[in-house]
C-alpha cells in the first residue's frame, strides 16, 4: 500500500493510521462456545469502560480463540483504508462500527432480560457465527494491509492483531458478531442477506 502520497507523509513526519474490519465465518454446532467467549470480553469491554489494555486483553483472547476454531472456519473477508489524520481514521472506525452493529442479530448478550436462568440444553444451537473485529493501529501492519481471504493469510492477520496489542499501537478496538446470544440461529439466507461480502476459503 505504499505510494508517492505515503512516502510524502512519511518525509513531513505525519503519523499513518491503518483501519481495518476483518469478518470471519465458523460453521458447526461445536463453534456455539465461541459465544461464551465473545460475551464475556463484551461484558468487560463495558465495565473497563473503554480502557485500552482491558479491551486490548479482551481482543488477544477473541483472536486465540479464533485461530484455535481454524478447523470451522468457512468464509472470510476484510476491509480497510490508510489514513495521515486522526480524525479521519476515528471517522471511519465510526463508520464501520454502525455498519457493524445493524448487521443481523450483532448486539452482544451483556445481561440476561428475564433475570432467570436458562437452560441452555433447551435452546437451538446455531449452525452459523460471524466475527466482525475493527481495530485502528498506528504505523504499519502489513499482516492487515492485504487480502485476508485465504486460511494463511487470515491466521497471519489474527496473529498480527494480536501483535499490535502487545505492540502497544492499537487505537480502537471493536467486536461484533452475529448471532449475539445462544438460541439465536444465523440460516445460510441471512448469511447471504447480511453478510454478501464473504468469501469461501
Known amino acids: 500500500m505504499s505510494s508517492l502520497r505515503d512516502r510524502f507523509n512519511q518525509f513531513t513526519?505525519?503519523?499513518r493510521f491503518v483501519v481495518c474490519r476483518l469478518f470471519i465465518h465458523l460453521?458447526?454446532?461445536?463453534?456455539?462456545?465461541?459465544?461464551?467467549?465473545?460475551?464475556?470480553?463484551?461484558?468487560?469491554?463495558?465495565?473497563?469502560?473503554?480502557?485500552?489494555q482491558v479491551l486490548g486483553e479482551g481482543l488477544v483472547e477473541i483472536c486465540q480463540s479464533l485461530l484455535q476454531y481454524q478447523t470451522y472456519w468457512q468464509s472470510a473477508a476484510n476491509e480497510g483504508d490508510v489514513f495521515w489524520?486522526?480524525?479521519?481514521?476515528?471517522?471511519?472506525?465510526?463508520?464501520?462500527?454502525?455498519?457493524?452493529?445493524?448487521?443481523?442479530?450483532?448486539?452482544?448478550?451483556?445481561?440476561?432480560?428475564s433475570g432467570q436462568p436458562v437452560d441452555?440444553?433447551?435452546?437451538?444451537?446455531?449452525?452459523?457465527?460471524?466475527?466482525?473485529?475493527t481495530i485502528a493501529a498506528e504505523g504499519e501492519v502489513p499482516d492487515l494491509e492485504t487480502d485476508l481471504a485465504s486460511i494463511r493469510a487470515l491466521e497471519a492477520g489474527l496473529k498480527g492483531v494480536i501483535n499490535l496489542?502487545?505492540?502497544?499501537?492499537?487505537?480502537?478496538?471493536?467486536?461484533?458478531?452475529?448471532?449475539?446470544?445462544?438460541?439465536?440461529?444465523?440460516?445460510?439466507?441471512?448469511?447471504?442477506?447480511?453478510?454478501?461480502?464473504?468469501?469461501?476459503?
Not at 460475551?39 to 468487560?44: E, F, I, K, T, V
Not at 479521519?88 to 451483556?110: C, H, I, K, M, W
Not at 502497544?168 to 461480502?197: C, N, T, W
Open 13 to 15: 513526519g505525519k503519523n
Open 27 to 52: 460453521a458447526g454446532k461445536e463453534v456455539a462456545p465461541l459465544l461464551g467467549v465473545l460475551n464475556q470480553a463484551a461484558r468487560q469491554a463495558v465495565e473497563a469502560d473503554g480502557d485500552m
Open 85 to 113: 489524520s486522526e480524525g479521519e481514521a476515528g471517522d471511519y472506525v465510526n463508520e464501520l462500527f454502525t455498519d457493524s452493529a445493524q448487521r443481523y442479530l450483532s448486539a452482544p448478550e451483556l445481561e440476561d432480560a
Open 120 to 133: 441452555p440444553l433447551s435452546l437451538p444451537v446455531t449452525q452459523n457465527l460471524i466475527v466482525m473485529i
Open 165 to 201: 496489542h502487545y505492540q502497544e499501537r492499537l487505537q480502537a478496538i471493536q467486536v461484533h458478531f452475529s448471532p449475539a446470544r445462544l438460541g439465536e440461529e444465523l440460516d445460510p439466507d441471512q448469511l447471504l442477506e447480511f453478510f454478501p461480502e464473504l468469501i469461501p476459503l
